[in-house]
């Protein structure tokens, strides 16, 4: 087996290893550069697919799908490329169900859910308590938020136990966890969960699809297209379908990198893939014990996204948005709907069947249970459908999860320093080495930028500018006391916003036996304490 | 690449391995067994070796080496292998060095260490609370277990922080956690805790060296003789060292199993490494998502072993048994030491130094630390030692730590099934399989036997007795309404010794001021309430 020669191989076509390719290619075209994939499609968690629908075939995301305007990363990204986003449509009423199957189905119009006076008041409580933590914690080095150790001993589980006081926020809190991030409350460090939600400026950017939200906008024509514009800026030559990785070797010279029929010998490596598949990878010498510890320990979340198409968007005729929000209490296998309406009309719902709930049903009733559930919430019309597709992506190979790794208790304080901290040629890139927008296509293609300035610095340091070697030296010094204590995005609650928010808790408190009067108070949540925090 | 065939293939020489080959060969000589191993030797988590001593060379175990007299399935194979055991030393006074480099040493005779009286009821109490949670947990199955969802959302240290009192007992927690698993209680779901308690009979069987606990006996010339013995008895033309699998391919007819040389061929498979290297093996077909998330998220422990020999025992001459408990708050590394004589007279100690503190020190700080520690709780002759050894099982190969792996918060609930459910042709063995001193050298020997068992029903159902065709089924059953909601080791707490302990507790609440009076209570305590409960 002869070696072929390249400058960096880049491990992983997602979007965090494309964008490294590229950003390489752009300071420095001489560099050869090899992108191995083990899929045989470029994109990781984006994938756009051609579905049946009214006016005959459209494409939609059954992955990552949207972005939003404090996205910088991949908003830069869209526009470089030349794509376009529209908004997500968010217009009319929406749907909750909470409390059991004999719960009443409630609909709403503000973006916070139509909770009850006393949930509302816990909502708005706890809301405030973890965008304060939120603006506490240090993204980049989370062992330096105060009380670090605290935070990360507990699981999110805990922390809600302690601090909600209704069982319907709980249940809502699973609900959100579930969305986010294909996963339980239980199974994620509290730390970590702090963390996400300050790289994202505060948890209502997670939740939301308002401005500068997570779920603002989507691509035209999905988000896949971004990793095949990518490619094609690459070269396709340079870019390996179904070339899993399984071994890299590193001496005082080369890396060489294996898959099962190749070796390929160069001068540095970025490894782009999710920390469980880089887990996976045989490495010698071996990685520190702290990086094992901390790949072992991040679990990836399960999570089944379904595209339903329909002749028309009947939803919108009785005046509901398409948003359905179900509690695990219920009967009902969906956790959130939106609608997916394509920029060319054609009518669709899509949804996610997330975390515990992912893992009940077999896929045949799990398609009957989720049309059942729209009938229920939607009206008869929801049966009667062109195509239902359904990606379930723990069973994807080369990503066994989706959407995000997450951290389990007590890594955080100990362990986080590896997590892209490199290892001699070895580069660690993907979304969740991300500081901003961790868990989001903006935080892979930060990611990527940020291993590519690294491999640049090391292999031809003049193509970089003296910002760009301060930023690389800040990001491989993480523990310095030069740090900043908190992400730049963050949403810093101002002492105002506390004294309002305590304020608005009061009324609210008082309120709550007078229904009429209620609505207004929502109404100034919402704009005032909610919109002011991010 | 032509493939050899062969019957049954086990994954990995360790205990549980080699005594899962030796089961087949005894009831069907006929069977051709292949044993697999990465490592250059067997024993997988047990080496013994040679280090020089006061008398020359003598032998010592760098991994596991201690079994009690309640684990019987280890002390069965001893029997069989002929091998002897000989009592952990444990006369004269011990060592504890709790809150901080500047709290006082103190010294003990008991098995529970000298707590101050607060310290001692708070012990007390936690301890029953956790002896009874304990007796509730259906080790088979622990989402059987009453509130399971709740204990197994929390860590280990958010149950402490809510229900232990005092700063030293919360410290003594982290040091058991440490000693016992590696890790810190941050890192562990309190239902994991509470079955490897329950699977051991309780919470003290696994923290002391008396009858019935962990730390009872030791195996003359080593734990390594186990398998070395079990390789003999198997063939070692069956055993292939540095031969690690990398892939299992399952069709109808076979399973492969691949290394990175040689193919195999045959109609089952167990596999017996620990969690965390089974995930990193390819599987095709995929495993199911279940199987996989529970892997993602079982971390190991960090364990550093280090045994020092000595020209003559001191710490005997002066009275103590060589037993130091340092806390992590103090300027040692060591969580624990013990005497480590050896049966021919040969003076020496081991100790370990576990969880975060075992990432804390380079190698050479570590040794010094270690000396000066030692130094300080045992006096000047620590420092003129003849020979310190050191074994790190973070950084070996084939390992990646050690003594056991633990389960993150959200697993049990949701993905335990999967942990000995068969896949196909594929059977699931290693300690972290057993239901019986699960982690232990004796869990492994069971899970061995029933993964054993298991093969055998499929391949030659003929050599099985009735019950043992019964015992596979249940097994394989687990979740059926017949299931015991208990471990049969379970040390169930009377109500007698509920009352005992409360009454134990209003008394030593009285006698808090009395010094001369608490030694009384201590004794009391100890052989009451602790006893009675194992």
Chains 1, 2 share one sequence.
Not at 328 to 351: M, Q, W
Not at 370 to 386: D, Q, R
Not at 482 to 509: C, E, H, I, N
Request: hydrophobic share 40%.
């Amino acid at each position: 087996m002869t070696a072929e020669i390249w400058d960096v191989i880049i491990v992983g076509a997602g979007l965090s290893g494309l964008n490294a390719a590229h950003l390489l290619k752009k300071r420095n075209a001489k560099l050869r550069i090899l992108v191995l994939e083990g899929k045989d499609r470029v994109g990781g968690r984006t994938v756009s697919t051609n579905i049946p629908a009214a006016n005959g075939i459209d494409r939609w995301d059954l992955g990552g799908q949207w972005v939003g305007s404090t996205q910088t990363h991949i908003l830069e990204l869209i526009k470089e490329l030349g794509l376009e986003t529209f908004l997500q449509f968010n217009i009319g009423k929406k749907v909750l169900h909470m409390g059991g199957p004999d719960a009443r189905v409630r609909t709403y119009r503000t973006s916070i859910p139509a909770l009850s006076p006393a949930v509302l008041i816990d909502f708005t409580h706890l809301l405030w308590k973890i965008d304060r933590l939120c603006a506490t914690v240090c993204v980049q080095d989370p062992s330096k938020t105060p009380n670090a150790v605290e935070l990360d001993s507990m699981t999110l589980h805990s922390y809600i136990e302690q601090h909600a006081w209704t069982a319907e926020l709980k249940e809502e809190i699973g609900l959100c966890t579930r969305s986010v991030f294909g996963m339980e409350p239980s199974q994620m460090s509290f730390l970590f969960f702090l963390m996400y939600a300050a790289a994202a400026g505060g948890l209502l950017p997670l939740l939301e699809n308002t401005a500068g939200s997570a779920q603002e906008f989507k691509i035209r024509g999905g988000t896949q297209q971004l990793s095949e514009c990518l490619a094609e800026h690459v070269g396709w030559k340079n870019v390996r379908l179904g070339s899993a990785v399984t071994a890299i070797w590193q001496d005082a010279e080369w890396a060489r990198v294996t898959t099962a029929t190749d070796t390929f010998l160069c001068r540095a490596v970025i490894v782009t893939c999710p920390p469980h598949l880089a887990a996976k990878i045989h490495y010698e010498p071996a990685l520190p014990s702290q990086r094992e510890f901390l790949t072992q320990n991040m679990p990836v979340g399960h999570m089944i996204k379904f595209i339903i198409t329909y002749q028309k968007a009947f939803w919108k005729e009785k005046g509901l948005s398409g948003e359905i929000v179900t509690g695990a209490s219920t009967d009902s296998p969906i956790a959130v709907t939106f609608d997916a309406t394509s920029p060319s009309g054609n009518a669709a719902l899509v949804g996610f069947i997330a975390g515990q709930q992912a893992s009940q049903w077999t896929s045949k009733e799990r398609r009957r249970a989720v049309i059942s559930s729209l009938v229920k919430y939607l009206g008869p019309e929801a049966a009667s459908f062109i195509h239902y597709e359904e990606k379930d992506w723990a069973k994807e190979e080369y990503s066994g999860g989706c959407p995000v790794n997450v951290m389990a208790p007590g890594l955080l304080t100990y362990y986080h320093p590896s997590l892209r901290k490199p290892c001699g040629r070895l580069h660690w890139a993907g979304t969740e080495t991300a500081t901003q927008w961790c868990g989001y296509m903006s935080g892979a293609v930060q990611s990527g930028q940020r291993a590519a300035l690294e491999v640049l610095a090391e292999l031809c340091p003049m193509t970089l500018t003296q910002e760009e070697q301060e930023a690389v030296q800040r990001s491989l010094n993480v523990g310095s006391p030069a740090q900043q204590p908190s992400s730049t995005l963050s949403g810093l609650p101002t002492r105002k916003t506390a004294v309002v928010a305590v304020l608005m808790l009061s009324a609210a408190l008082f309120l709550v036996h007078r229904p009429n009067a209620l609505l207004k108070v929502k109404a100034y949540l919402t704009n005032v304490v909610f919109k002011k925090t991010v």
